[in-house]
């Protein structure tokens, strides 16, 4: 199973996007879905996490501007990014993680080795 992110695009600094991350094939009451960016010449870095019970965590970064949320009737999680500024320029994932509560991440962090299925990401660019 490969989770297809989409929705990237260029958008201008304090502009908006929401991402798309297809779930069909994933049973979303036993996987998170974290998101992750790799900006350009970066490590892949864990950004935000949706757990199974629905509860979140963002990293300090994107706080308050950025929203994970879940439409189990169209099988997708969606990320939501407000202010977008030229420091979230990057690839973004999606893709599936341990059936843990989004305190087990605020705690340990949004590892990217413990997360699969992996997929091609979609690039957003924050540019003016």
């Known amino acids: 199973v490969q989770l297809q992110a989409s929705g990237g695009g260029k958008v201008e600094p304090g502009g908006s996007l929401r991402l798309s991350c297809a779930t069909s094939?994933?049973?979303?009451?036993?996987?998170?879905i974290g998101w992750f960016r790799q900006a350009p010449g970066k490590e892949r870095e864990g950004i935000s996490v949706?757990?199974?019970?629905?509860?979140?965590y963002y990293i300090e970064f994107v706080k308050g501007r950025f929203t994970v949320s879940r439409d189990d009737a169209k099988n997708a999680v969606y990320l939501h990014m407000n202010s977008l500024e030229p420091e979230d320029t990057g690839v973004y994932y999606c893709?599936?993680?341990?059936?843990?509560?989004?305190?087990?991440?605020?705690?340990?962090?949004?590892?990217?080795?413990?997360?699969?299925?992996w997929g091609q990401g979609t690039l957003v660019t924050v540019s003016s």
């Open positions: 893709a599936t993680g341990p059936n843990l509560r989004a305190n087990y991440y605020r705690d340990d962090g949004i590892k990217a080795y413990r997360f699969t299925s």
């Open positions: 094939l994933v049973d979303l009451d036993y996987h998170a």
């Open positions: 949706i757990a199974s019970d629905r509860s979140t």
